[in-house]
């Protein structure tokens, strides 16, 4: 398993990966829960533990099983580039990729060739999801009353200083 933390919540977009033995079967999870996760994966070496300690700790969300079933193999000069399928642009911190896993829900994939699941992530890929526009703080003729005002201002008192 991989577990990606980023200093921010991201939506996931795109894996890539690098190099596949036989079958690249992969489950993409996000964590939007209210703990704080810091601790949870420390100590955690093998893939049944952090199984374990996700299932233990409320607040992920299966977000694809994506499925290769071995038809196209993926090298270091060919790597192959799968959608996470993150459609409701989920945004997390904590992201988990790893082998594909029945027991987190979510659709079977029917293409599963086999249970030997070897992969190697080249790359993740993120998309902004802001959907929200900046917002312009001051309005542009309000702006320009003001700078005709302190104008005047500026008239003014040069004329009575010559008066």
Avoid: C, H
Wanted: glycine content about 12%; aromatic content about 6%.
């Amino acid at each position: 398993m991989l577990i990606l933390k980023f200093d921010t919540a991201v939506a996931l977009d795109k894996i890539t990966l690098g190099y596949i033995v036989g079958d690249a079967d992969i489950t993409v999870m996000a964590y939007n829960g209210a703990a704080s996760l810091g601790s949870l994966f420390n100590g955690q070496t093998s893939a049944a533990n952090v199984t374990s300690a996700v299932n233990a700790q409320g607040g992920w969300s299966l977000i694809k099983n994506i499925g290769d079933g071995g038809s196209t193999q993926a090298t270091e000069t060919a790597p192959l580039e799968r959608s996470v399928g993150n459609d409701g642009n989920v945004v997390a911190s904590w992201w988990v990729i790893g082998a594909y896993n029945s027991g987190f829900g979510g659709t079977a994939i029917s293409n599963s060739d086999s249970l030997a699941d070897y992969v190697k992530v080249l790359s993740v890929a993120t998309k902004d999801v802001n959907t929200t526009p900046p917002r312009n703080t001051v309005a542009e003729p309000v702006s320009l009353a003001l700078a005709g005002v302190a104008l005047l201002g500026v008239a003014g008192t040069r004329r009575r200083r010559k008066g």
